[in-house]
T-cell receptor, first 116, second 115 residues
Framework: AQSVTQPDIHITVSEGASLELRCNYS??????LFWYVQSPGQGLQLLLK??????LVQGIKGFEAEFKRSQSSFNLRKPSVHWSDAAEYFC??????????????FGKGTHLIIQP | DAGVIQSPRHEVTEMGQEVTLRCKPI?????LFWYRQTMMRGLELLIY????????DSGMPEDRFSAKMPNASFSTLKIQPSEPRDSAVYFC?????????????FGPGTRLLVL
């Protein structure tokens, strides 16, 4: 069965500093990988996703992520964080199937705190 | 675009009572997903539908949980009887055509507290 590990439960970053959130996955085939963000009391919003092509993926709000097959990783990065980036971030993997919709398997999330 | 709509946003009930959560997917979306979020287990897929048909309900925790999608614009998740361990945030999500890797759009969630 597929799984997603986000090793950092909490991360604190100063405003303006760079950010990297880690994500490792376990999956038996080529995965579909996603990063979602959840602000307090809100639903999840997609930041970016990867399933083929260029391994460096650009997303919304200045985020990017790099897929590294050899390391089974899909880390999220941002060169300069803003106070509004404080939120919960979830990495997710979509299972392989011959077709049709599939649910996502999520990591436990990383809580990002921004220091002024 | 109204997005995925869930109701109620908050629900407080007593153990043993029936709870019904409602979801209206984005118009034109053919796939619908129910997830549950708890501190201990994180986000878990409960069930998903494609073209109103349940495809995989293996995530439904037990027989007390049931889900229906009578038409393309409405789904319910019912818990009967409810228990304190069912306290969680329940999310509904929808996607356009059920294609692999497609973006899922999440609703704001229903925060359920069972006393």
């Amino acid at each position: 069965a597929q799984s997603v590990t986000q090793p950092d439960i909490h991360i604190t970053v100063s405003e303006g500093a760079s950010l990297e959130l880690r994500c490792n996955y376990s999956y038996g085939a080529t995965p579909y990988l996603f990063w979602y963000v959840q602000s307090p009391g809100q639903g999840l919003q997609l930041l970016l996703k990867y399933f083929s092509g260029d391994t460096l993926v650009q997303g919304i709000k200045g985020f990017e992520a790099e897929f590294k097959r050899s390391q089974s990783s899909f880390n999220l990065r941002k060169p300069s964080v803003h106070w509004s980036d404080a939120a919960e971030y979830f990495c997710a993997v979509g299972p392989y199937s011959g077709g049709g919709a599939d649910g996502l398997t999520f990591g436990k999330g990383t809580h990002l705190i921004i220091q002024p | 675009d109204a997005g995925v709509i869930q109701s109620p946003r908050h629900e407080v009930t007593e153990m043993g009572q029936e709870v019904t959560l409602r979801c209206k997917p984005i118009s034109g979306h053919n796939s619908l997903f129910w997830y549950r979020q708890t501190m201990m287990r994180g986000l878990e897929l409960l069930i998903y539908f494609n073209n109103n048909v349940p495809i995989d309900d293996s995530g439904m925790p037990e027989d007390r949980f049931s889900a229906k999608m009578p038409n393309a614009s409405f789904s319910t998740l019912k818990i009967q009887p409810s228990e304190p361990r069912d306290s969680a945030v329940y999310f509904c999500a929808s996607s356009l055509s059920g294609t692999r890797g497609e973006t899922q759009y999440f609703g704001p969630g229903t925060r359920l507290l069972v006393l």
